[in-house]
């Protein structure tokens, strides 16, 4: 009951500290900051190659022939079968008549052109272009989808799949243990920084100490103050990263050499990018003081 | 009460500061604890404030066993203590009253309590209109006055003044050593450890003596007698 009185007087505590210990929140104001704009731009990076890899994956796709003995109707009433199944994403029907001309014209302009035009079009048979949510389940995949009665073959290059499991795995791991590489570096420098502000106030601590504070109460206002310092060196960042990132999203639209790269646009991650931010903030602060501030409670 | 039952102290490097002392303060008393450097005096402070545990024999501090105390306890047991330090102590950023705000909250106590309290125990100690003021900005007397007010904003048991005197000058001394001296009246035990000869000799109390780690003398309405040790 009596602990609801000290709510308002951490915050006030809190919030005085930061300004009566001025250079020393600047300073972890500023590792914050520092800390968070470079763990975003890498993760900024990470986000934009994963789109770039899951469009290319979306891209990835196998063929599943329709039994020649179907009449068109019946090759097209598959589709509904084809698109319950669990691990595809959408199927793209195409007659052999157009199957003739596309591959008429994956050829055109070549010496045997005349060649491939003239290729009877029985040759070729309705086929079912099957996308996949997880191209990584492509095996079990192409299992379910000749399971499905009136598909008789497929056509896939399962090498091309593996390959982009294997980059998007590389990717995924080595942005992880960058981030998580990063994220100790913060606390640590923020630890740091914070202990060194609580070094030069130990001697306040003993006193409190000496007057029948519990570690709680001592430690209330050094966390409040922690909190406050993240969330201020996130909301900083958050600002700084959006400039950075739209200046070198700038520079790759409107460059020669890269455009093949597309940069997903700031607008559509800011709240994304706040909410880490925010949080890792918060996390950092809070976790620096305590830990910083853990070993003056020993009186 | 404090109860010292054939108390040993060793510290780690091997030091043995206190040599089985017995000892009793009872509520209400005043006693003077004097003896030379390194006789022992802030051992039995810092057994006393729970700083150091006994290394040996039995401690009672008003109703806990230091031998057995737990961390989670021990500010319960120091809010039963108001200690008062040489150099003050006081938190340079905090106002007067901010300062004795502070050890209230500590001990959970409600707003309207440290409105009501705050100003009783400053118009004590006589510094009524000096609420505002900021340490550096008042004279060391009145510097120990306030460590003196926070001592007692809580209430305690007992007041421990280590060489609450030490920085100041005779006459400020004095004014000191008589509003301890009127604060035990009002009820709360009274244990002053201190090296000025005169003051003690001055005030006729409890004088215990201790020197290389016992008690050499334990007497009522004492005086300070070696010359040799101060």
């Known amino acids: 009951m009596k602990r609801s009185y000290n709510f308002g007087y951490f915050i006030a505590e809190g919030f005085r500290s930061i300004f009566t210990h001025g250079l020393m929140s600047f300073a972890a104001v500023f590792m914050i900051l520092a800390c968070l704009i470079i763990m975003g731009s890498f993760s900024l990076v990470a986000v934009n190659f994963e789109r770039e890899l899951g469009q290319l994956e979306a891209d990835n796709q196998f063929l599943a022939f329709v039994d020649e003995t179907y009449t068109r109707e019946q090759a097209q009433a598959i589709q509904a079968k084809l698109e319950a199944l669990e691990n595809v994403s959408y199927v793209e029907f195409t007659t052999k008549e157009q199957a003739k001309e596309n591959y008429a014209a994956k050829y055109a302009g070549d010496q045997n052109q005349e060649l491939y035009e003239e290729l009877p079009t029985e040759v070729f048979r309705d086929r079912y272009a099957v996308h996949m949510k997880d191209i990584s389940l492509m095996n079990e995949t192409i299992d379910q989808v000749e399971g499905v009665e009136g598909i008789d073959g497929h056509q896939a290059a399962p090498e091309i799949t593996e390959g982009f499991v294997m980059v998007r795995n590389v990717a995924a791991g080595v942005a992880l243990i960058l981030i998580v590489l990063l994220l100790l570096i913060s606390l640590f420098i923020i630890y740091n920084t914070i202990k060194l502000g609580t070094f030069t106030r130990r001697e306040e601590i003993t006193i409190m100490k000496m007057c029948g504070a519990t570690n709680g109460f001592v430690r209330a206002p050094f966390v409040v103050e922690g909190m406050l310092l993240g969330l201020a060196g996130a909301v900083l960042a958050f600002f700084a990263q959006w400039g950075v990132y739209s200046l070198i999203a700038h520079a790759i639209d409107t460059g020669s050499t890269i455009q093949l790269i597309t940069v997903i646009p700031f607008q559509e991650m800011w709240k994304g990018v706040l909410a880490v931010f925010a949080a890792t903030g918060l996390v950092v602060g809070t976790g620096g003081s305590v830990m910083a501030i853990h070993k003056f409670l020993q009186v | ?230």
């Open chain 2, 1 to 230: 009460m404090i109860r010292f039952i054939d108390v040993q102290k060793t510290y780690d490097n091997g030091t043995k500061a206190l040599k089985g002392v017995s000892l009793r303060i009872d509520d209400g008393e005043f006693a003077f604890l004097v003896g030379p450097s390194g006789s022992g005096k802030s051992t039995i402070i810092k057994l006393i404030t729970g700083e150091e545990e006994p290394t040996d024999g039995r401690l009672m501090v008003n109703g806990y066993n230091m031998g057995s105390i737990r961390n989670r306890q021990l500010p319960y047991m120091r809010r039963t203590l108001g200690v008062i330090f040489q150099d003050f102590r006081l938190i340079e950023k905090k106002t007067v009253w901010e300062n004795l705000e502070f050890v209230m909250r500590a001990v959970g106590a409600s707003p309207r309590e440290i409105r009501k309290r705050i100003p009783y125990v400053l118009d004590l100690v006589g510094l009524t209109r000096k609420d505002d003021r900021y340490p550096d900005q008042l004279s060391g007397g009145e510097q120990q006055r306030v460590a003196i007010a926070r001592a007692l904003v809580n209430n305690p048991h007992m007041i421990i003044a280590d060489e609450p005197t030490g920085n100041l000058d005779p006459g400020r001394s004095l004014e000191i050593m008589m509003l301890l001296e009127k604060i035990n009246e009002l009820g709360t035990t009274m244990l002053v450890v201190t090296h000025e000869k005169e003051l003690v000799n001055r005030f006729s109390k409890r004088v215990i003596a201790i020197e290389n780690g016992r008690i050499i003398s334990d007497e009522t309405g004492g005086y300070y007698k070696n010359e040799e040790i101060i």
